[in-house]
T-cell receptor, first 118, second 113 residues
Framework: DTAVSQTPKYLVTQMGNDKSIKCEQN?????MYWYKQDSKKFLKIMFS???????INETVPNRFSPKSPDKAHLNLHINSLELGDSAVYFC?????????????????FGPGTRLLVL | QQQVKQSPQSLIVQKGGISIINCAYE??????FPWYQQFPGKGPALLIA?????SEKKEGRFTISFNKSAKQFSLHIMDSQPGDSATYFC????????????FGTGTRLLVSP
């Protein structure tokens, strides 16, 4: 059973297109995240949702719009794709917020979506 | 103050050797320090974590050493194996409104046979 799943695994598209990435977790977690990993492997948080409420929005261009229809799903829609958006996008989930001192902050990552914008 | 500085950027170790990766932080409110391991083509996964009430935590061949006064922590991989070849990320967070993990820049470890 996959704990955190993402679709699609690969996404190749032209500049200017709009695309979506979907994420689902079956761990019963309350918090979900989107990360961007560039070619140098830097992991950068983009968004975080807790109980479907947006709690982190890290200076991401507004072409990126997350949507959480329920606690188990967090989707990422990207408008007007640019070359610089090429990266691996990871979804993650945790039982509680990062920083919760009771141990619920372990983040479980999905397998990633490799986005290439041509 | 939110940064976690990680070194080295890459590391080559012979099989059976000790791999050491170092991280340093500035924010004294950080109180949880996990290490994540990422294999090529996979997402990061929690490897081991420590809280500052102890100076060392060991799980199998993996040990975190923590120096609160120096604001540094390190990952030691004993008897390194080719299967340990991966990218390792240190991270930090705190329990006062942080809401996110602050990741280091990653270390690519290659263990040669």
């Amino acid at each position: 059973d996959t704990a955190v799943s993402q679709t699609p695994k690969y996404l190749v598209t032209q500049m200017g297109n709009d695309k979506s990435i979907k994420c689902e977790q079956n761990l019963g977690h309350d918090t979900m995240y989107w990360y961007k990993q560039d070619s140098k492997k830097f992991l950068k948080i983009m968004f975080s949702y807790n109980n479907k409420e947006l709690i982190i929005n890290e200076t991401v261009p507004n072409r990126f719009s997350p949507k959480s229809p329920d606690k188990a799903h967090l989707n990422l829609h990207i408008n007007s794709l640019e070359l610089g958006d090429s990266a691996v996008y990871f979804c993650a989930s945790s039982q509680g917020l990062a920083g919760s001192s009771w141990g619920g902050e372990t983040q479980y990552f999905g397998p990633g979506t490799r986005l290439l914008v041509l | 103050q939110q940064q976690v500085k990680q070194s080295p950027q890459s590391l080559i170790v012979q099989k059976g050797g000790i791999s050491i990766i170092n991280c340093a932080y500035e924010n004294t409110a950080f109180d949880y320090f996990p290490w994540y391991q990422q294999f090529p083509g996979k997402g990061p996964a929690l490897l081991i974590a420590i809280r500052p009430d102890v100076s060392e935590k060991k799980e199998g061949r993996f040990t975190i050493s923590f120096n609160k006064s120096a604001k540094q922590f390190s990952l030691h991989i004993m008897d390194s194996q080719p299967g340990d070849s991966a990218t390792y990320f240190c991270a930090a967070t705190g329990n006062t409104g942080f809401q996110k993990l602050v990741f280091g820049t990653g270390t690519r470890l290659l263990v040669s046979p």
